[in-house]
């Protein structure tokens, strides 16, 4: 996908609503993927986001040692690949390989972007003082790529088990909130 | 509404996909509501919820001092509450009084449940330790209360300055994930 570059001021725009996201790392050479849904918002700018990641997962030694990951945010058509990346382990296989997503280098992090994703979000770890006590690690986003043509995307967003609702009808209302 | 008592540990179903929210606060006698977005889940059971509630917020000070509250889930057609709640203060106004909100005790918490709202978790503060560093509040869920007949509520997901994405189709994949 043709991405450009996304003002950094508008990247909660995109994780407020929830969306389950795929956060990819990268360690000598061996870049992995992991589905996540734990995420929140902490700042606007230089947008904060705070993740908890299970210390079960491949992903959690990699992110902790290498400090930095890509965040990536799928649609609806990718359904089937989010579930495979969140049924399976790195330690094990090569998911980009194996479920056909296409790594695009980064420009500031190791982490590969994935390139089937509507946005990538490229992000250094802020904080990792709560890693211990609540597996949260506190990112900063250092750069924020979006496709232009994408407007309403079809964002997955995980109830649980496999369960999804699909992003539906946009509405928008007079607001004072940012 | 009639809510049933909702399993702690199907809390993260409901909170997991990221909807609005707006969390009741109270304080000698005064209930006041806060429209909020940045939360994300952090335990399943006991639920533990981090939450961002900025310092210039009224709720601020009186979560951080009361340390209970009520997290209540609005779905799409209190869409114009849900804003004005976001969009007035209560150090000024009654909330429930001037949206015609519906307050009703909870069991164990001081805070109201929004009665319009299909889901109503009481919550304790559990862990201020981020409260100053990043205006964190953890939150653990020692009652929660659910509409039985709403199954595929549409919540809504804020996309920013009023901006909302409603929740559409629902879809299930075979799936190992929790």
Redesign the interface.
């Known amino acids: 996908m043709p991405k450009r570059n996304l003002p950094l001021s508008?990247v909660?725009?995109?994780l407020?609503?929830?969306?389950v996201v795929l956060l990819t790392t990268s360690r000598a050479g061996h870049a992995n993927i992991m589905?996540m849904?734990?995420?929140?918002?902490?700042?606007f700018e230089p947008p904060?986001i705070?993740?908890?990641i299970s210390n079960r997962n491949y992903s959690f030694d990699i992110l902790k040692k290498t400090r930095e990951c890509v965040i990536n945010i799928p649609t609806?058509d990718m359904?089937?690949k989010v579930?495979a990346c969140?049924?399976s382990s790195g330690s094990k296989i090569n998911k980009f390989e194996k479920f056909g997503l296409t790594p695009k280098p980064a420009r500031y992090v190791s982490a590969p972007l994935i390139d089937e994703c509507f946005a990538n979000f490229e992000c250094c770890l802020f904080d990792a003082g709560?890693v211990n006590r609540?597996c949260?690690f506190?990112l900063e986003v250092t750069q924020a790529w979006k496709d232009p043509n994408v407007k309403?995307p079809?964002?997955m967003?995980?109830?649980?088990?496999?369960?999804?609702?699909?992003?539906?009808?946009?509405?928008?209302?007079?607001?004072?909130?940012?």
């Open positions: 508008k909660y725009q995109l407020e609503p929830g969306p589905t849904s734990w995420h929140t918002m902490m700042e904060l705070g993740c908890i609806a359904a089937e579930v969140g049924n709560w609540y949260l506190v309403n079809q964002t967003h995980h109830e649980g088990k496999g369960n999804f609702m699909i992003a539906g009808e946009r509405i928008k209302l007079k607001s004072k909130m940012k």
